[in-house]
């Protein structure tokens, strides 16, 4: 256990570094000139080529990235282009409000995921189950912008129950978490179906029907708690796709987040703010996945971690 | 995995058993009208899509609900909606099959030399498949995106660039358990090349998942395209894509709400209609999934 750990750790270690590598090396090649953004347009060549000097942007390639890679191990992401202070605090206050929004949004996915689950594969080939099953089919083939814009337009511009965006109350929370956990249940409600037909096929269920126990005896304390295990275990994984979408949500909903921060650098050509939420999320993404395949062996003991 | 023989007996009986299902019927069903909508855009389409015509907007200049003349009303130009969206339908199929076709391609090559050459070639291009399954895909499209002045082909490429991992880590699971097979061994032992081998005997095996990968890719480039335009680092107006509407128009969101979720509808019928269509084929071409239901 202990040797495996380790050996994922050193391999996420590595990922990760690739990740910055490559992010580094496209930002580097990238056409849009972060000094000329910086300077303004009046700026004089001389003017220019200071701040290019100040910011280390005359080295060669290998020497920047050099240094980025040594503040990097010491947790110094670099400051950022504009607004003057570290990326590290930038993206530290904005940690929270996205990992509120996650809490919402998974316990969203969960709560419609797994419900609509259950209840295909209880009514299995009824009228229910392929409408719940379109649903599914529906939510993942939905952009999250159009879901966000339905939303707000139905539930806080036309019916006014909750604040059009912004960041502050339980209410505000509520859009844009409901945005992420509909989008994400059509994958939670399908692995739900499917690992809880798998179950109620199996002996011990038979067992219990058997013993004479009542229906909902049988589903909810022997059934469900068998087959809501896999799903569980997918959270980790579910993460990483978390943090691929919040730039959009996040942008529509003005939802202080690292994904509104990466949107607001992506558009000024904040290069150390995009590398630092670019990395954080890769962070995300491998511990998620790391997560994941360490849970499986509690949850099925046939797993073996190698 | 079928037998060869089986695999080319297989279209007729494919089709037939994908026109059992009436869910992938609904799916062709919306793909060929989407399709006809952009082949037949120049002939039925009632306005110019580009045209901002002096009646279509209200004395205070808003945009027009849609009636008998203007089908999905107008936009803040007053160009007529209808139009295009119709015209948009070209660019989102456009770019669903470039670029969904290129990352094919390029998730096809990388898994199948990963998956037939292990050794260091192998682990190479696999650990970069996992190094970049570890990208957080969409910020790293907005971000390409961003910086290159983006045209249709441009957006075309970034979306290939992030979305071919997928395919890569399939085609190659498939590809080293063929490469074990007796019948490569067999072949290997009489002769065959390396070229050989790998596109005339295992390339016709890895053609079910790669119908499969390919259809459900281009609701996955559907809609990323869609989010590219709608953060206005896709498709450029005014060129209309189904994202970039919305993005021109949410000003008026709340006044004018067609014109967020008529194209929206747009976006979500394509991409579900490949879905669709892709989860079907799955289920017929794929032997292991039948009956699962």
Known sequence: MAAYLARRLLQSVLILLGVSFITYVLLYVLPADPVRQIAGRSATAETVENIRHEL???????????????????????????????????????????????????????????????????????????????ASFITVS??????????????????????IGGYGTFAHLVLPALTLGILGSGWYSRMMRSS??????????????????????????????????????????????????????????????????????????????????????????????????????????????? | ????????????????????????????ALIVLVVAGA??????????????????????????APDGRFLFGTDLLGRDLFSRILYGAQTSLIIGVVANGLALLIGTLVGITAGYFRGWVGSILMRFTDLMMAFPALLLA?????????????????IA??????????????TSSLATRDFIAAERTLGAGTGRILFRHILPHLVPTIIVWGTLGISTTVLLEATLSFLGVGVQPPTPSWGNIIFENQTYFQSAPWLVFLPGAAIILLALAFNLVGDALRDVLDPTQRGRD
């Open chain 1, 56 to 134: 280390g942007l005359d080295r060669p390639f290998i020497v920047q990235y050099g240094r980025y890679l040594a503040g990097l191990v010491q947790g110094d992401l670099g400051r950022s282009y504009l607004q003057k202070s570290q990326v590290a605090e930038l993206i530290a206050s904005r940690l929270p409000a996205t990992l509120l929004l996650m809490l919402g949004a998974i316990l969203c996915e969960l709560a419609i995921g797994l419900t609509f689950g259950v209840l295909a594969a209880l009514k299995r080939g009824t009228f229910l189950d392929q409408t719940l099953m379109m």
């Open chain 1, 142 to 163: 939905a952009p999250q912008f159009v879901v966000s814009l339905l939303l707000l337009y139905v539930f806080a511009v036309k019916l006014g129950w909750f604040p």
């Open chain 1, 196 to 306: 809880m037909i798998e179950v109620l096929r199996a002996d011990f269920i038979r067992t219990a029907r058997a013993k004479g126990l009542t229906r909902a005896r049988v589903v909810l304390g022997h059934a469900l708690p068998n087959a809501i295990l896999p799903v569980i275990a997918m959270i980790g994984i579910d993460i990483g796709i978390f943090m691929g979408g919040i730039v959009v949500v996040e942008s529509v909903f003005g939802w202080p987040g690292i994904g509104q921060l990466a949107w607001q650098a992506i558009q000024r050509v904040d290069i150390p703010i995009i590398m630092g939420v670019t990395l954080v999320s890769a962070l995300a993404i491998v511990l998620g996945n790391l997560l994941a395949d360490l849970v499986a062996p509690f949850i099925d003991p046939r797993i073996k971690l190698k």
């Open chain 2, 1 to 28: 995995m079928t037998d060869a023989t089986v695999d080319r007996a297989a279209p007729q009986g494919t089709l037939r058993r994908l026109m059992r299902r009436k869910l992938a019927l609904l799916g062709l």
């Open chain 2, 39 to 64: 082949v037949l855009a120049p002939w039925i389409a009632p306005f110019d899509p580009n045209d901002q015509m002096f009646d279509g907007l209200t004395i205070e200049g808003a945009p027009l």
């Open chain 2, 142 to 158: 907005i971000c390409l995106a961003a910086i290159f002045k983006p045209s249709l082909w441009i957006v075309a490429m970034v």
């Open chain 2, 161 to 174: 660039l992030v979305n071919w991992v997928q395919t890569a880590r399939v085609i190659y699971t498939e």
